[in-house]
DNA sequence: TATTGTTATACTCTATAACTATA
DNA sequence: TATAGTTATAGAGTATAACAATA
C-alpha cells in the first residue's frame, strides 16, 4: 500500500503543548506547508526553491562568482558546483571566463531568461496561494516580521 | 582551508529582485536562520527540531503510535521507526505493547522526560533569543499570520 | 483485505577535506 | 600563502515498495 505523504500543520486530537508556544515552531510549519505547495506546483519541472533562487540571483548579479553565491545562499561551494552543473546542462546557466581565471562569472543565457520568466510566473502564482487568507498589508506585516528574525 | 558555513539572509551589495517581495521565502529565509540558531545552542546534543518535536508529541500523547506520529509530523512511517530506534537505545522513549497487537504505544521514559524538561529550556531560550527584536504582541501577531498560511 | 511496524534501497542535500590552477 | 572551482566521500533525511504479523 502506498502512503502519501502530506504534512498537515494540527491534526484534530492531538496536544502540540510548548510547540504552539515557540516562534521557530511557527515557522516551521508555515515552511513545510509552502514547500509542499511548491512542490505540488512544480512537479514535472526539475526546480526547488533553492534552485529557483540560485536562477533569480544570478540573474539580478549577472557575473556572480560561484563562491559568491553559495555565500548567498547559505551553502557550501560544493553544493553550489552540483546545482550549476544542472542548470549549464540544461543550457539555463553559462560559466563565462572572467577576469580572474580561477573564477566564473556565472550568467543566466537567453533560454535561461525565458525559462525564469515561466518560473517566476508560477512561483508568483503559488506565493499568492499560500498567502491567500492575507491581505496586502497583512502580507507586508508577516515579511517585516518576519524580517526582524534574521540576524542584520 | 575551512569554509565555515553560514546562512546570511541579505547580503549588502547583491540583488534579490522577486525573491524580496515572495511570503514563501521570507519564510524561507526566517527558517534557516532560526534553524542555524538552533543548531548552535544544542551543539553536542543529538537533538533536531525534527526530533526535538517528536519527543514533546510522545510527551503530551501519550501511548501514540508510529503511524500516527509520522502522520502529525509529515513524514513516512518508516522514517520514525528510526526515531523511535534512536530515542530508545538512549532510554528516553519506550515502546510498549498496546490492545492492538501489530501497533506499540510510546511513551516517555522517566529519563525522557527529565531529558525533555532540559531540551524544553534550551529551545525557549533559543526561541527567545531569535525573536528578541519582537515584543510579546509581535511575536503573536507574527505566530497568528503564520497560521494562516497553514491551510486547515 | 487492510493496517502496523519493519527492512532494504535509492535519492537528494549537504559538509568536509583534499586537490589543481591560479593569484 | 591564499583563493576559486572541483572532486571524492560520508552522513543525514527522506520516500518507496515489499514483507510478516495481526486485524
Redesign the pocket.
Known amino acids: 500500500?502506498?502512503?502519501?505523504?502530506h504534512f498537515n500543520a494540527r491534526i484534530e486530537g492531538v496536544e502540540y503543548d510548548v510547540l504552539d508556544e515557540l516562534v521557530g515552531y511557527a515557522v516551521r510549519r508555515a515552511q513545510l506547508s509552502i514547500y509542499e505547495d511548491f512542490a505540488a506546483t512544480m512537479d514535472g519541472e526539475e526546480i526547488?526553491p533553492?534552485r529557483f533562487s540560485s536562477l533569480v540571483i544570478v540573474e539580478n548579479n549577472p557575473g556572480i562568482?560561484?563562491?559568491r553565491l553559495a555565500e548567498v545562499m547559505?551553502?557550501?561551494?560544493?553544493?553550489v558546483?552540483?546545482i550549476?552543473d544542472g542548470f549549464e546542462e540544461k543550457g539555463l546557466i553559462e560559466?563565462q571566463a572572467s577576469g580572474?581565471?580561477?573564477?566564473?562569472s556565472l550568467l543566466l543565457t537567453k533560454a535561461g531568461a525565458r525559462q525564469l520568466k515561466r518560473y517566476k510566473q508560477a512561483v508568483k502564482e503559488h506565493d499568492e496561494r499560500i498567502s491567500a487568507a492575507l491581505n496586502q498589508a497583512e502580507k507586508k506585516q508577516l515579511c517585516a516580521l518576519l524580517r526582524k528574525l534574521c540576524p542584520p
Chains 1, 2 share one sequence.
Open positions: 500500500m502506498t502512503q502519501r505523504i526547488t533553492q562568482s560561484q563562491t547559505g551553502i557550501a561551494r560544493s553544493g558546483v552540483a550549476i560559466r580572474d581565471r580561477r573564477s566564473y
